[in-house]
């Protein structure tokens, strides 16, 4: 059985990373400012500095449950995980196969050749392209405003399973996504309107799955076991 596993910053919201809606770090930052394409353009010193406070706040978390019970899933089905969030811990649970939507944390994309490499949880400061040794880096991060061409595959490659979990919907209509799939299952602790970039319908995310387990994603685990 093919399945493709959609995740987004409610899996590793029990992990200690801040989601959009948390306060905290959302109250201390302008999005906009440090997260999008016009933000790097106008203070890429700013977007760096954010973002090497990332790295090192990743360095200090670890897997949840819900990430080794993914990560584990791959020994018994064929699994794809398509993730929106660009922390490493799915990886660091064991996953293989894994799809970083938005981008990744721990890379660095340069400027002039385009090659991403890792830099683990290092600050980005005196680095150079390991192909063409430019200093003209920049997080290897999808801004704001920029194109995620990999949510492609959800709609163009077929699969016989489709699991959406700690996402909002927000970015991309899971909604949609969930129809086009023989089954689905969606992991949200409530029960949310469904609310894309095109504003808010009258109508519930989860009434567009086969399953909506309401509850937080390492205890929603035992309950999706019971659906296999």
């Known amino acids: 059985m093919r399945i493709y596993v959609l ?21 201390r930052y302008d999005v906009m400012e440090v997260c999008s394409a016009q933000g790097y353009a106008k203070d890429p ?7 090497d406070e ?7 978390v670890e897997p949840n449950a819900a990430h080794y019970y993914f990560a584990e899933l791959e020994k018994r089905y064929d699994v794809v995980h398509l993730t929106q969030n660009v922390d ?20 660095l994309r340069c400027l002039e050749c385009g090659k991403s490499f890792d830099i683990g949880y290092e600050s980005q400061e005196g680095k150079r392209c390991v192909k063409c040794g430019s200093l003209r880096l920049r997080p290897d991060i999808v801004f704001f405003g920029e194109s995620a061409p990999e949510y ?71 309950r999706l076991e019971q659906l296999f």
């Open 88 to 107: 490493d811990l799915l990886e660091r649970a064991g996953a293989k196969n894994v799809v970083h939507l938005h981008g990744r944390l721990r890379h």
């Open 152 to 222: 492609r595959c959800l709609y163009t490659t077929p699969a016989d399973l489709f699991i959406a979990v700690g996402t909002s919907g927000r970015v991309i209509d899971v909604a949609d996504i969930a129809t086009h799939y023989p089954r689905s299952i969606l992991i949200d602790p409530a029960r949310h309107k469904r609310i894309t970039m095109l504003g808010e319908f009258d109508e519930y995310l989860g009434d567009f799955f086969d399953y909506h387990i309401a509850a937080p994603v390492t205890e929603a685990i035992e």
């Open 54 to 60: 990332r790295r090192r706040e990743l360095a200090g």
């Open 7 to 27: 995740s987004g910053a409610g899996l590793s919201a029990e992990s200690g990373i801040p989601t959009f809606r948390d306060g905290g770090l959302w109250d």
């Open 45 to 51: 010193q700013k977007v760096h500095r954010f973002y």
